[in-house]
């Protein structure tokens, strides 16, 4: 390979993972479905709305609680390596989760609403 085909290449993937990497971030992939509601040194607290059918793009999340305000029913999460898994929650419902990068699609009938609130450092 030329020098100017293997700098082309680099330069390429440098910039596709940058931007990736910035397009982990939930608000910023789907800010019609994320709001930040409080953010300081220790925890990022969002509000996350959707409708069935509607699918959120990857994106990444550290560890975190989510809190289900409304819209019980199943989520399909599909797993940046693939893997598809489904979630049932019911309002009111708290869940614990370990840092994780997925797509969703809520699945139930109608709107949800849930709260996320996720932590910072160790």
């Known amino acids: 390979m ?3 085909v293997v700098a082309s290449s680099l330069a390429l993937g440098l910039l596709f993972a940058a931007g990736t990497a910035h397009a982990q ?3 910023k992939v789907s800010p019609d479905h994320f709001k930040v ?3 300081n040194e220790r925890v990022r607290v969002l509000d ?3 409708s069935a059918g509607v699918k959120i793009p990857p994106h990444s999340h550290p560890d ?9 029913g199943k989520t399909k999460f599909t797993s940046a390596d693939g893997k ?5 929650a019911k309002t009111g419902q708290a869940t614990w989760h370990k840092a994780e990068t997925h797509a969703s699609e809520y699945q139930g009938t109608g709107s949800t609403q849930v709260i996320l ?4 450092g160790k």
């Open 2 to 4: 030329s020098p100017q």
């Open 25 to 27: 971030d939930p608000v």
């Open 37 to 39: 509601l409080l953010e």
């Open 48 to 50: 996350f709305h959707s």
């Open 64 to 72: 975190y609680v989510s809190y289900s305000i409304s819209g019980a």
């Open 84 to 88: 598809v898994t489904e979630a049932t």
């Open 117 to 120: 609130v996720e932590l910072k």
